[in-house]
């Protein structure tokens, strides 16, 4: 193969795989973008009601010690931001939580914000969910903006801190309210393995 044969094979190949990266870059959270369900109490529920500027997923499960550790923060979080146009949502990625299982969840943390099963994973698998919890701040365009951990409260599985000292959710939708560029679009969630169904 002459090499300019093998140059032009190579410059297809990667303007192929970049079209592909762009895709799935594209079209990651349009599912939450134009997500109409119910919630687990039966409720309809949206995505970006009342015109809502950007929406913060969060997936969570109801035996995840870690996930659960953190509701108060949650509902501390959708308490600060959501007037000012930033809906929540959790999202239990599990065919093995039953309706009746995630409202006694509810009330046992006393969650207020709606909550999604996702028995199938599709919400889970579109965004690349790793671990509960694991948090999105997805734009009204269907992007996500931040991806991965609430705050850094726990430094390993097992390794929870006194207190947090970075708040990497909260300051992700600071600067997303004030349109400026989020310096942390990514973290590493610290929690339970979300297992896929295969």
């Known amino acids: 193969?002459?090499?300019?044969?093998?140059?032009?094979?190579?410059?297809?190949?990667?303007?192929?795989?970049?079209?592909?990266?762009?895709?799935?870059k594209d079209s990651e959270a349009t599912v939450i973008k134009s997500l109409k369900?119910?919630?687990?109490?039966?409720l309809p529920f949206e995505a970006f009601p009342d015109?809502?500027?950007?929406?913060?997923?969060?997936?969570?499960?109801?035996?995840?010690?870690?996930?659960?550790?953190?509701?108060?923060?949650?509902?501390?979080?959708?308490?600060?931001?959501?007037?000012q146009g930033v809906s929540f949502v959790q999202v239990i990625p599990s065919a093995r939580v039953s309706a009746e299982q995630a409202?006694?969840?509810?009330?046992?943390?006393?969650i207020t914000m709606?909550?999604?099963?996702?028995?199938?994973?599709?919400?889970?698998?579109s965004l690349?969910?790793?671990?509960t919890p694991e948090a999105f701040l997805i734009d009204g365009?269907?992007?996500?903006?931040?991806?991965g951990r609430i705050s850094n409260l726990y430094a390993g599985f097992g390794k929870k801190r006194q207190s947090a000292t970075q708040n990497d959710l909260a300051d992700a939708i600071d600067a997303a309210l004030a349109g400026e560029e989020i310096v942390t679009k990514r973290t590493k969630?610290?929690?339970?393995?979300?297992?896929?169904s295969k």
């Open 37 to 42: 369900t119910k919630q687990s109490d039966g």
């Open 1 to 24: 193969m002459h090499c300019k044969t093998l140059i032009r094979l190579c410059i297809a190949a990667w303007l192929l795989m970049s079209s592909c990266v762009l895709i799935a």
């Open 103 to 110: 409202q006694r969840h509810r009330k046992q943390y006393k």
């Open 141 to 147: 365009h269907g992007r996500t903006l931040y991806q």
């Open 114 to 125: 709606p909550t999604l099963l996702d028995p199938q994973q599709s919400i889970a698998k």
């Open 51 to 83: 015109g809502s500027k950007f929406c913060v997923a969060i997936f969570v499960t109801t035996t995840c010690p870690i996930a659960n550790s953190f509701q108060p923060e949650l509902e501390t979080l959708r308490g600060e931001y959501e007037s």
């Open 128 to 131: 690349n969910a790793k671990v």
């Open 189 to 196: 969630a610290v929690g339970c393995i979300i297992r896929y």
